[in-house]
């Protein structure tokens, strides 16, 4: 086992403990999801736990992913990533088949911008944008779990 591989497994695991979370807060929230101004002004403390828990979650795995799993993966590929830059990287990732559409990963980060940009300050904003990365966790974590599986069938 070379030094990538153990960071791959390291990655792995934490980027697993974060999709266990996220699953346990989304099974959660589907009590009281889909969120609106109204329903979002009044959301109990608990209901509150679980939305700061899925996005805490869902932004540990989406920067573990971006800043560590690609370009380890990639460095583990023998793919020649230095300088590059992340789109370049994105780019190489959908040539190997690791992302299956590159504009699914910019949409995800574009949903978390809007959301950080919302947060507290808008309810209507707020609601929809956790509401575009309650539907989208699918998203992310399928593109996780096609990077794994393309490790584990090597």
Request: charged fraction near 35%.
């Amino acid at each position: 086992m070379n030094i990538y591989e153990k960071k791959l497994i390291k990655i792995f695991n934490e980027c697993d403990k974060h999709i266990l979370r996220i699953n346990s807060a989304t099974k959660k929230m589907s009590n009281f999801m889909e969120l609106y101004e109204d329903k979002f002004i009044n959301l109990s403390e608990d209901e509150i736990e679980h939305i700061d828990q899925f996005l805490f979650r869902f932004s540990k795995l989406q920067d573990a992913m971006g800043q560590k799993l690609f370009k380890t993966m990639l460095v583990y590929l023998n793919e020649d990533i230095e300088s590059k830059a992340f789109i370049d990287i994105l780019n190489i990732m959908e040539k190997l088949y690791l992302i299956e559409d590159v504009n699914d990963w910019k949409e995800l980060r574009e949903d978390r911008n809007e959301l950080a940009n919302n947060y507290d300050d808008d309810p209507e904003g707020t609601s929809k944008a956790i509401n575009k990365l309650y539907n989208k966790k699918d998203v992310l974590i399928n593109i996780y779990q096609t990077i794994k599986a393309n490790y584990e069938n090597r």
